[in-house]
């Protein structure tokens, strides 16, 4: 089997520093990873552009929750694949759904057009869909590259079944890109079972802040919220661990 490429997903530039370090083939750069990824900023696009050589994906989603978006939220995805092109992204990552749970494809074909010249991917939208193998063929016929999923489930081997169909009726029309859950561990598990060209991983330590005074009464979020003075980065080791279990 010709070994998968592998995509990071992350949220900065020096995490697209240490994954492309760590050997990654590509890298899908968010913001907001805690609400499952939003458009970054137009200047973290181009500090990570400036950053890595390696392919860089960028996210459209304009807020966390479903993927139903009115008609400004649609104008602002429009807008952010325009900057994502003129910033020198070579794809970008979206998904539209209708309130039904089928994908909508007059949009996702819009956005689409939209995006010529550039690689797409629709992302987990997909797995809340109410058929994923007509939302499949609904993706094939509006001309999207790739599909991010984890086989409509928490995790990828809850999902391993469905992932391993779709890859087989996808018969290289599409391509079906396992993510969520894959860690060392599982990886060969994965890669084995869905016979999957690409594969979308995480690699993440927590970096201690630098903040040497630290006022423990004030925090900068609700309260569900992500540590004050520690944050998630991409580990060059850990991209490196799982590329390298990928090929062996």
Do not use: W
């Amino acid at each position: 089997m010709k070994q998968p490429k592998i995509e990071v997903c992350l949220d900065s530039a020096d995490s697209a520093l240490a994954a492309q370090e760590g050997g990654a083939d590509r890298v899908e750069l968010c913001d907001n990873l805690i609400e499952g990824g939003t458009t970054p900023s137009a200047g973290m696009i181009t500090a990570t552009r400036a950053a890595i050589d390696i392919g860089l994906m960028v996210m459209i989603r304009p807020r966390g929750g479903d993927f139903c978006y009115s008609p400004t939220e649609i104008a602002a995805m429009e807008h952010d694949v325009r900057i994502a092109r003129e910033l020198g992204a070579e794809g970008v990552v979206f998904g539209v759904l209708k309130p039904e749970g089928e994908v909508d494809a007059v949009l996702t074909r819009r956005l689409r057009d939209i995006a010529s010249g550039l690689e797409v991917t629709f992302h987990r939208a997909f797995d809340m869909t109410n058929d994923p193998f007509h939302a499949m063929e609904t993706l094939i016929d509006s001309g999207v590259d790739r599909i991010l999923t984890s086989g409509q489930e928490p995790s990828v081997l809850e999902g391993l079944d469905l992932l391993t169909e779709l890859v087989e009726r996808a018969d290289d029309r599409i391509t079906i890109m396992p993510g969520c859950g894959i860690t060392l561990r599982n990886m060969q598990k994965v890669a084995q079972a869905t016979k999957a060209r690409e594969l979308h991983v995480v690699g993440n330590e927590f970096l201690e802040s630098r903040m040497v005074y630290r006022n423990p009464r004030v925090f900068m979020g609700t309260e569900l919220r992500s540590a004050e003075y520690a944050r998630s980065v991409t580990s060059a080791d850990a991209i490196r661990g799982l590329v390298e279990r990928a090929r062996s």
